[in-house]
């Protein structure tokens, strides 16, 4: 397989060597960077439509397959779990072996698990074979931006991940409108048959013009107990998001797996100073612009993230859209992002990353001040100016957060870097999930018996309550079968008016974490390793 070595010099910055002689070097479209671009572009893009397309599919498969809620649930946890627990093990696997082999091999079990997906006949195989789509897609994402490092120099390495950027919020965002596309109008199999034309287009890509980069100084053994700690800790950190909501925040078994995922880090970083070759050399958070980068990412996660959970219920649920009419409202969100990402791009090789970094945080937390102020009967012109605004201020920040975090890495951790920049977006994601989850459900949990009361509506006891409460953090009414007109419409109108109330707190909360973040944004500046992956070949 043809190689590349890359000349690093770690963490100081120094100019990088020169490829030793006899080296191949790229020629024609093999190793070409924006064909290598295009390469890793379609092979993400089949991982982040994966991560929304399978909500609107789920409760087809629910019916079709005869499987409980918590079945159906599994299926975006089982994925969830996978991906988050083994981005960072699946980084330094693509260190060691290759961006180029971890990559296809990543499209080509990610392409297989979906196909089996949807030959599956039993909630149990769908589950399965989501668990290995979440362990292919950590070997993938991670090794497409430590291809992009090593191809692209320093100079034309933002607009490179901007075009990534682009392409990841397009298909998280377009991901609910083809699926209600193509389970309205074909079955739910479908959206899992989907990966496999684009996953056999990514590999034959791939195999044609990828070209294996590694550093002089990539690592040649494996930390195999620093991965258990790791996984370990990273597991029960995200078990406990995860199930936070069921339990409750207070619950001893939320906070035990919270309690046994901070020893299980502790006894990782005690380990990471012992071991010769670490899985992630702590000298690494020795950057103040990567911690930034870092903890950035996992601020913009839970605002986005955690802020557009309840929006997809506001529409859907309170305004009574379909998913594709859904789909298509979020659109401007989309729309920012797709024109912001590459202008963000050039604008951080312009001026560096904290200007636009720190605006784009303030854009964000403008549109969910905006999102807060959301009314029952809010137009679509309204929405669309908070949405639009909310993806103008993403762009910069998945943008340069990226470059931040994998551009302050030496080049022979490229690939932990990359997966360090994926594990705390899906973090932030859960987080902010969790996080303003509970702020909504303590909301209306406060705010419903006496706006219940205050409408005339006959009393609940507290078993009927608590179901009132579980419906009204989704944005249902809880209406019975048979009950009266005039009652189903004030019953509507307290459920409707109180689940408005819990998600303008939520808003201001994900307000408050973004403007936190301009604060992070500030500490931030341009990668001091990027030149170490300019690669040799045609710009």
Same mark, same amino acid.
């Not at 320093?154 to 083809?178: C, D, F, Q, R």
């Not at 509507?492 to 301009?518: E, N, Q, R």
């Given at each position: ?44 893009? /089949? ?7 399978? !909500? ?44 180029? &082999? ?194 950035? /990412? ?62 784009? /945080? ?59 920049? &994926? ?26 018996? !006496? ?43 307290? !459920? ?44």
């Amino acid at each position: 397989m043809t190689s590349q070595t890359i000349g690093t010099t770690g963490s100081g910055g120094q100019a990088p060597q020169a490829p030793s002689e006899g080296t191949p070097r790229s020629s024609g479209l093999r190793g070409h960077p924006w064909f290598t671009l295009i390469t890793v572009a379609v092979g993400v893009m /089949m991982v982040a439509l994966d991560g929304t397309i399978v !909500a609107i599919a789920n409760p087809a498969i629910q019916k079709d397959l005869k499987a409980s809620f918590a079945d159906v649930q599994w299926i975006t946890n089982g994925y969830f779990l996978a991906l988050a627990v083994s981005l960072i093990t699946a980084g330094k696997l693509g260190d060691r072996f290759g961006h180029r &082999q971890t990559f296809l091999i990543g499209v080509t079990g990610f392409a297989a698990a979906s196909g089996a997906i949807g030959l599956s006949n039993s909630i149990a195989a769908v589950v399965t074979f989501r668990v290995f789509q979440g362990l292919f897609g950590a070997l993938l994402m991670p090794a497409a931006l430590g291809l992009l490092r090593a191809t692209f120099p320093a100079e034309k390495l933002n607009m490179a991940i901007g075009i990534w950027g682009m392409v990841i919020g397009a298909s998280t965002a377009g991901g609910p409108i083809l699926g209600g596309v193509l389970v309205e109008h074909v079955n739910w199999q479908s959206v899992f048959f989907i990966n496999v034309p684009v996953g056999a287009i990514a590999l034959v890509l791939g195999l044609l013009i990828l070209l294996d980069h590694r550093a002089e100084n990539a690592p040649r053994s494996f930390d195999l107990l620093g991965i258990a700690l790791l996984s370990a800790a990273m597991f029960c950190l995200v078990w406990a998001l995860i199930k936070a909501p069921s339990w409750g925040w207070g619950d001893g078994r939320t906070w035990t797996f919270i309690a046994a995922s901070v020893l299980g880090f502790a006894l990782f970083s005690f380990w990471e100073t012992k071991v010769k070759e670490p899985l992630i050399p702590l000298g690494l958070f020795r950057s103040i612009p990567l911690s930034a980068g870092v903890v950035l /990412m996992v601020l913009m996660a839970i605002a986005f993230m955690g802020g557009l959970f309840f929006v997809t219920f506001y529409l859907q649920n309170v305004h009574g859209m379909s998913p594709i009419d859904a789909g298509l409202h979020l659109l401007p969100l989309t729309g920012m992002m797709i024109v912001g990402s590459p202008l963000a791009g050039f604008a951080i090789t312009k001026l560096g990353p904290r200007v636009p970094l720190a605006g784009g /945080m303030i854009a964000t937390a403008v549109a969910m001040y905006g999102m807060s102020t959301l009314e029952v009967d809010t137009g679509s012109g309204v929405m669309s100016i908070w949405f639009g605004l909310l993806g103008l201020g993403l762009a910069p920040v998945m943008v340069g957060a990226t470059e931040v975090i994998v551009g302050n890495a030496p080049m022979e951790l490229s690939g932990v870097a990359g997966g360090l920049q &994926q594990a705390a977006m899906q973090i932030g994601g859960s987080l902010g999930t969790a996080v303003l989850g509970a702020v909504m459900a303590s909301k209306v949990d406060n705010d419903l018996a !006496a706006n219940w009361k205050g409408a005339g509506l006959p009393p609940l006891t507290p078993v009927q309550l608590h179901q009132a409460s579980e419906a009204v953090q989704v944005g249902v009414a809880p209406v019975a079968k048979g009950t009266p007109a005039p009652i189903v419409a004030k019953i509507t109108d307290v !459920a409707h008016d109180t689940f408005i109330s819990g998600m303008s707190l939520a808003s201001l909360v994900a307000c408050g974490v973004a403007a936190v973040a301009v604060l992070v944004a500030l500490l931030t500046k341009r990668g001091e390793n990027a030149e170490a992956g300019a690669g040799v070949g045609h710009i």
